[in-house]
């Protein structure tokens, strides 16, 4: 079965700082990815999707992903935080032409002011 | 405005009891899918749907049943089966299929239950 592993639960930073946050999958086949983002009180959004093609890919709010197959990984960064980037993040894999989309555990960032 | 709705936002109940959540989207959105979120384990899939009258066991299915009797309506069935019912509760849908690229889940406000 599919896996995804995000290896930090809890990042603290202060605004400015840069951000990376890990994701890697156990698939060996060909996936999808995609970052979803849940800040406090609101919805599941997703941030960004990698599907084919270029495999750095930029999303919503100035977060980018990069997709290195050969490390089973969909990394997710920021150059530059801000408070508002105060949220949890998920990765999630699904196998191409699949139904069932694999979260990872989350990721609680807290950017302090 | 279009999107999912999902009830009771919060829910007590006594252990022994069984609770549905509701899930109900305007999207005209072929799949749905219940997910369970617990701090620190992300989302785990409980049941999905694809069409009407039809659905398949997530990751986590045992203590829970859903039914799909209505193409907008996905209703959650948390049984006194389920060992550790408290949690929050995601219900999603989707256009199609997750893997086809155009389309991503949409996801509802939750429901979180409590057990008491």
Same mark, same amino acid.
């Given at each position: 079965?599919?896996?995804?592993?995000?290896?930090?639960?809890?990042?603290?930073?202060?605004?400015?700082?840069?951000?990376?946050?890990?994701?890697?999958?156990?698939?060996?086949?060909?996936?999808?990815?995609?970052?979803?983002?849940?800040? +406090?009180?609101?919805?599941?959004?997703?941030?960004?999707? %990698? #599907?084919?093609?270029?495999?750095?890919?930029? &999303?919503? /709010?100035?977060?980018?992903?990069?997709?290195?197959?050969?490390?089973?990984?969909?990394?997710?960064?920021? +150059?530059?935080?801000?408070?508002?980037?105060?949220?949890? %993040? #998920?990765?999630?894999?699904?196998?191409?032409? &699949?139904? /069932?989309?694999?979260?990872?555990?989350?990721?609680?960032?807290?950017?302090?002011? | 405005?279009?999107?999912?709705?999902?009830?009771?936002?919060?829910?007590?109940?006594?252990?022994?009891?069984?609770?549905?959540?509701?899930?109900?989207?305007?999207?005209?959105?072929?799949?749905?899918?219940?997910?369970?979120?617990?701090?620190?384990?992300?989302?785990?899939?409980?049941?999905?749907?694809?069409?009407?009258?039809?659905?398949?066991?997530?990751?986590?299915?045992?203590?829970?049943?859903?039914?799909?009797?209505?193409?907008?309506?996905?209703?959650?069935?948390?049984?006194?089966?389920?060992?550790?019912?408290?949690?929050?509760?995601?219900?999603?849908?989707?256009?199609?299929?997750?893997?086809?690229?155009?389309?991503?889940?949409?996801?509802?406000?939750?429901?979180?239950?409590?057990?008491?």
């Amino acid at each position: 079965a599919q896996s995804v592993s995000q290896h930090n639960h809890h990042v603290i930073l202060s605004e400015a700082a840069s951000l990376e946050l890990g994701c890697n999958y156990s698939y060996g086949g060909t996936v999808n990815l995609f970052w979803y983002v849940q800040y +406090p009180g609101q919805h599941l959004q997703l941030l960004l999707k %990698y #599907f084919s093609g270029d495999p750095l890919v930029k &999303g919503i /709010k100035g977060f980018e992903a990069e997709f290195i197959k050969s490390k089973f990984s969909f990394n997710l960064r920021k +150059p530059s935080v801000q408070w508002s980037d105060t949220a949890e %993040y #998920f990765c999630a894999v699904i196998k191409a032409a &699949g139904n /069932k989309l694999t979260f990872g555990g989350g990721t609680r960032v807290l950017v302090k002011p | 405005d279009g999107g999912i709705t999902q009830s009771p936002k919060y829910l007590f109940r006594k252990e022994g009891q069984n609770v549905t959540l509701s899930c109900e989207q305007n999207l005209n959105h072929d799949a749905m899918y219940w997910y369970r979120q617990d701090p620190g384990q992300g989302l785990r899939l409980i049941y999905y749907s694809q069409i009407v009258n039809d659905f398949q066991k997530g990751d986590i299915a045992e203590g829970y049943s859903v039914s799909r009797e209505k193409k907008e309506s996905f209703p959650l069935t948390v049984t006194s089966a389920q060992k550790n019912p408290t949690a929050f509760y995601l219900c999603a849908s989707i256009r199609g299929q997750p893997s086809s690229g155009a389309n991503v889940l949409t996801f509802g406000a939750g429901s979180r239950l409590t057990v008491l």
